[in-house]
């Protein structure tokens, strides 16, 4: 069955320290692979997506995303957090020929000053 | 400016009272859905149009309609609302020929029914 686990529900770092977030999917075929935030009273927000091509990807806001098909991971990283950077982040999984996403249960960063 | 365009954003109502949570887009999207979020869930999609008078259901489309009249507007409607869709509710779209799962949300309609 396809599935996304996003195995930490929440994280805190100290705003400057670096960032990984985890995402771990489960899909029969080359997937299409997503993050999206959701900054706290907003929708979701594209963080960066995954297609085919350079396995490093990276998105809005110093965020970058690398592909690992050995170990059908996505995880997330930022080289340094700012306090904005708190929110709720999701991973998501998606098909080549449907708009079908299967989302993970996401992850709060929280940050400290 | 391009956006989705939810309302109500915030709703209590009580069980068995139709309501509607109206969404609208000015970006020209064909594609359109509405998800519900859930905590310890994630998002889950409850139904989806991929053009005008073109309507599926999703992954949890029981106790939910839609319809889809004209390319901008995709109105969710529950005929009789429970306890158990008292949710997060976010309709999404995408642009049109763009890439599958490349989704513009909107901020979302907060439901409580009671």
């Known amino acids: 069955a396809q599935s996304v686990t996003q195995p930490d529900i929440h994280i805190t770092v100290s705003e400057g320290a670096s960032l990984e977030l985890r995402c771990n999917y489960s899909?029969?075929?080359?997937?299409?692979l997503f993050w999206y935030v959701q900054s706290p009273g907003q929708g979701l927000q594209l963080l960066l997506k995954?297609?085919?091509?350079?396995?490093l990807v990276q998105g809005i806001k110093g965020f970058e995303a690398e592909f690992k098909r050995s170990q059908s991971s996505f995880n997330l990283r930022k080289p340094s957090v700012h306090w904005s950077d708190a929110a709720e982040y999701f991973c998501?999984?998606?098909?080549?020929?449907?708009?079908?996403?299967?989302f993970g249960t996401g992850t709060r960063l929280q940050v400290f000053p | 400016e391009a956006q989705v365009t939810q309302n109500p954003r915030y709703l209590i109502t009580v069980t068995g009272k139709k309501l509607t949570v109206t969404c609208s887009q000015n970006?020209?999207?064909?594609?359109m859905s509405w998800y519900r979020q859930d905590p310890g869930l994630g998002l889950r999609q409850i139904y989806y149009?991929?053009?005008?008078?073109?309507?599926d259901k999703g992954d949890v489309p029981e106790g939910y309609k839609v319809s889809r009249k004209e390319k901008r507007n995709f109105p969710l409607i529950l005929e009789s609302p429970s306890p158990n869709q008292t949710s997060l509710y976010f309709c999404?779209?995408?642009?049109?020929?763009?890439?599958?799962?490349?989704?513009?949300f909107g901020e979302g309609s907060r439901l409580t029914v009671l």
């Open positions: 998501a999984v998606g098909a080549r020929n449907t708009d079908k996403l299967i």
């Open positions: 995954y297609f085919s091509g350079d396995t």
């Open positions: 970006m020209n999207h064909e594609y």
């Open positions: 899909y029969g075929a080359t997937p299409y």
């Open positions: 999404a779209s995408r642009a049109t020929g763009g890439v599958p799962g490349e989704l513009f």
């Open positions: 149009s991929m053009n005008v008078e073109v309507t």
